[in-house]
């Protein structure tokens, strides 16, 4: 198992495509260090990093490791963190659990 929980790498819109790669590279990175059906929790802080791009970075790196990401969770914030329905910048939380197995 290998845990992801970086700090920010989207703190401004602008940084939103540096931010995808850099999410990219750390899942492949981690991706490399399991074993076969190894699981991998993938976490963003980052609120201009929707969750939607989170899994296509996951997704990614899987492709290009040649192996697959099979998602069997998603996660987000704890009612410790709530989110306010008038400010969409609190729901900034995000995880993903994912087996990572060969193709």
């Given at each position: ?60 790196a899987s492709r290009h490791l040649g192996r697959d990401a099979?998602?069997l969770e998603q996660g987000s914030q704890a009612p410790d ?23």
């Amino acid at each position: 198992m290998v845990v992801l929980d970086p700090p920010a790498f989207v703190k401004r819109r602008k940084d939103l495509m540096k931010g995808k790669e850099a999410y990219r590279r750390l899942n492949q990175l981690a991706m490399q260090l399991l074993a076969r059906d190894g699981l991998l929790i993938s976490c963003s802080c980052s609120h201009h990093m929707p969750a939607e791009d989170l899994q296509a970075a996951i997704q990614s790196a899987s492709r290009h490791l040649g192996r697959d990401a099979q998602v069997l969770e998603q996660g987000s914030q704890a009612p410790d963190h709530p989110v306010h329905p008038a400010i969409p910048e609190t729901a900034y939380l995000k995880a993903f659990y994912v087996r990572v197995v060969d193709a």
